[in-house]
């Protein structure tokens, strides 16, 4: 699989965004990527009005990341918002695959109630963990603070997940860089899957900065935990080979899944 890294900024303006979508998807396109990555909330940044942004998932957004998706013949995985019926909204990544059908949704598990925020004022939780197909490989989709709740990506690598993405707008704080590359070489090792992270970078186009964004750094890690991709803190695209059968050749030398011990800590 050739995995594209799409390291963006976002804006309040879902049509900016959408936009922004289909240039780097076609930038992606250009490097033979077979599934592309992107950021959380790409429908709209944090620190804008999420409810008045949110759409059902057959609404005008998704739509146009299916159009671009088709257009390309490139499969993507990017983060939206959708109405909640409790009048909170879903932090939610959609799968879409190369011919613009809808694969998946995943409605965000962890909420970040941490660092002094509380995404759940505004965010309800999901409920469900997601494995989908895309281009004929198995991916676990997670979103952001999930990365740090290590039972989420062992339960996707139990699945059946090869690869797992993580879409992101991870905030710049002390030691908060740091911990999003070491969770993310953690969950590749110890799970040996190929991890596919891509963040949001800040907007400058917006001033001023109502909120932190993120601080980039969109990685392709290896199931060995190998960095294989690294875009650091610039908007940028990269396309980068996966090989899934590196997964089945590392559980041969390396069985950490097959010597769990199911029978005291269970699944």
């Keep these: 699989m050739r995995i594209a890294l799409c390291q963006l900024p976002v804006s309040s303006a879902p049509d900016v965004n ?8 076609h930038e992606a396109a250009a490097g033979r990527a077979d599934f592309a990555v992107f950021p959380e909330a790409m429908l709209a940044r944090f620190g804008s009005d999420l409810r008045a ?58 909420l970040f109630d941490a ?4 995404e759940s004022d505004l965010v309800a939780p999901g409920s469900a963990m997601v494995v989908a197909p895309v281009a004929g490989v198995p991916v676990g989709v997670q979103i952001c603070y999930d990365i740090r709740f290590p039972e989420l990506t062992r339960a996707l690598a139990v699945g059946g997940a090869s690869l797992v993405t993580v879409s992101a ?28 992270a891509a963040g949001q970078v ?54 950490s899944l097959a010597n769990r011990r199911t029978d005291i800590f269970g699944d």
């Excluded at 660092?115 to 509380?118: E, G, I, L, M, Y």
């Excluded at 090792?189 to 991890?195: A, L």
Aim: glycine share 8%; charged share 25%.
């Design 169 to 196: 707008a991870w905030q710049a704080g002390l030691f908060k860089e740091e911990h999003w590359v070491t969770l993310l070489r953690a969950r590749a090792i110890e799970n040996t899957v190929w991890i596919a």
């Design 115 to 118: 660092f002094a925020q509380r």
């Design 53 to 110: 942004a949110a759409e059902p998932l057959d609404g005008p957004f998704c739509a146009g990341l299916a159009a671009a998706a088709k257009e390309t013949g490139v499969a993507l995985v990017a983060g939206v918002f959708e109405p909640a019926p409790d009048g909170r909204v879903y932090n939610t990544a959609v799968v879409i695959d190369g011919d613009g059908a809808p694969v998946a949704s995943y409605r965000k598990l962890h």
């Design 202 to 255: 800040p907007d400058d186009s917006e001033k001023p900065v109502r909120a932190p964004t993120g601080v980039g750094r969109s990685m392709l890690i290896d199931p060995l935990g190998v960095v294989r991709a690294d875009l650091g803190p610039a908007p940028g695209v990269t396309v980068v080979d996966a090989d899934m059968s590196l997964v089945d050749t590392v559980r041969q030398t390396l069985p």
């Design 18 to 25: 959408l936009r922004r979508v289909r240039e780097a998807l």
